[in-house]
């Protein structure tokens, strides 16, 4: 898990080749006027949804996983707030990973909380569960899904 300012991801696009890709979408001045809804930027690559939601506070957030994609988790607007647990430390599954829908949710409780405030984001790899949207009151997001077998 990676919790930073939008400003300073070029030093990460070293980390993962759709990385830089990702960003520059996030840098898009537009962003904040986009509507809701996925925007298929690299098909199986990468895409972006973007969310306009109220929060659901941290007892309705479950913590989830993805096999296929990274995340970053970006806020444009509101309280966000994620919880984050390892995976490896994940032992109580709600359900079977749903390999449509790339995500499994889990029972456990999540270590630690992080607020991720406008302007930062975060970044959540297969390694880390994670549950989003714990936050309260309206909230504006952009996450993107980056293929982790980037071709």
């Known amino acids: 898990m ?3 300012h939008l400003s300073h991801a070029d030093s990460l696009w070293g980390l993962h080749a759709g990385f830089a890709e990702a960003f520059a979408f996030l840098r898009r001045p537009e962003l904040a006027e986009l509507e809701a809804g996925r925007i298929e930027l690299i098909p199986d690559m990468l895409y ?4 306009r939601a109220d929060a659901r506070g941290r007892e309705a957030s479950p913590l989830e996983v993805h096999r296929k994609y990274i995340d970053i988790q970006y806020t444009l607007a509101g309280n966000e707030e994620i919880g984050w647990r390892d995976l ?4 109580h599954p709600r359900e079977p990973f749903d390999e449509a829908r790339d995500i ?7 270590l630690t909380w992080i607020a991720v405030p406008p302007g930062y984001f975060a970044i959540f790899t ?5 549950a ?3 936050g309260a ?4 997001k ?8 980037w071709r």
Do not use: T, W, Y
């Open 104 to 110: 499994r949710f889990f029972l456990d409780a999540p």
């Open 142 to 149: 952009a996450v993107m899904k980056i293929a982790v077998d």
């Open 137 to 140: 009151g309206a909230l504006h």
């Open 126 to 130: 297969p390694a880390d569960a994670h």
């Open 48 to 51: 972006a949804h973007v969310e």
């Open 88 to 91: 490896a430390s994940c032992l």
């Open 2 to 4: 990676i919790l930073d």
């Open 132 to 134: 989003p949207l714990a």
